[in-house]
């Protein structure tokens, strides 16, 4: 039996407090396992005697929550070690990001998500259809994204290949990678439009080393 999991996850808010809105979409065939993957990453977090905190991309970059007694040079060594960990799972990524001043209110907002996922899914209807079981993997966050979510994929595949997943990023790490994938274009946003903060320079330097260092090497897995 041929299975794909999805695995979605959001950066921003619907209210005034960003700029942007991204939802990410990691994709996973179950036919390719990841736990060697998932053992080499843990085994290099406790040789760099890091603890296994939950990968969570902005509070891991701002020093917030789980990470708020972490010096930048301990965060630093999660990131790389996280940034490897994804260079090797064999997966694939799509990112859809809006600017809240062209997609201005919930409705808009969206609506816009709605659309770009029903092209995108149509888009790549071969290639889904391939599939016995499709399963997505999202937490509900918040629900603009729920509502286009759950509209878009049902529109697009039959109901029998839809099986929708509650997780915890503790659980699951590829969840923590769609989060990671979010991070990471929302920072390659911020560079390109000069909107970097001297946060995103201390941990990544100028954009040339962002691009040479995360961001190209991320694209590699951009399912086209």
Known sequence: MQELSIFIDESGDVGVVSD???VGLVF??????????????E???EKSRLDRTPFHFNPLINGNDEYKWKRIEVRKKHLHAFRVFVEHLPIQYRAFIYDKREAFGLNALAAAIERDLKVFLFDHLAYLQQFDSV???YDGGQSVVTKAVH?????C??????????FTAERYRLAQVADYVCGIELTSLKFERHLETRTDVAFFGAFGNF???FLKKLRKKRLQ
């Not at 996973?28 to 990453?41: C, N, S």
């Not at 509209?151 to 529109?155: C, M, N, P, R, T």
């Open 157 to 166: 595949l039959s109901r029998e290949a839809i099986v929708y997943k509650d």
């Open 211 to 213: 691009k040479k260092n």
């Open 43 to 45: 085994a290099s977090v």
């Open 151 to 155: 509209s878009a994929i049902a529109s």
């Open 20 to 22: 942007f809105y991204l």
């Open 28 to 41: 996973h065939e179950q036919q390719f396992k990841i736990a060697d993957d998932v053992e080499l990453y």
């Open 135 to 137: 399963k997505i993997y």
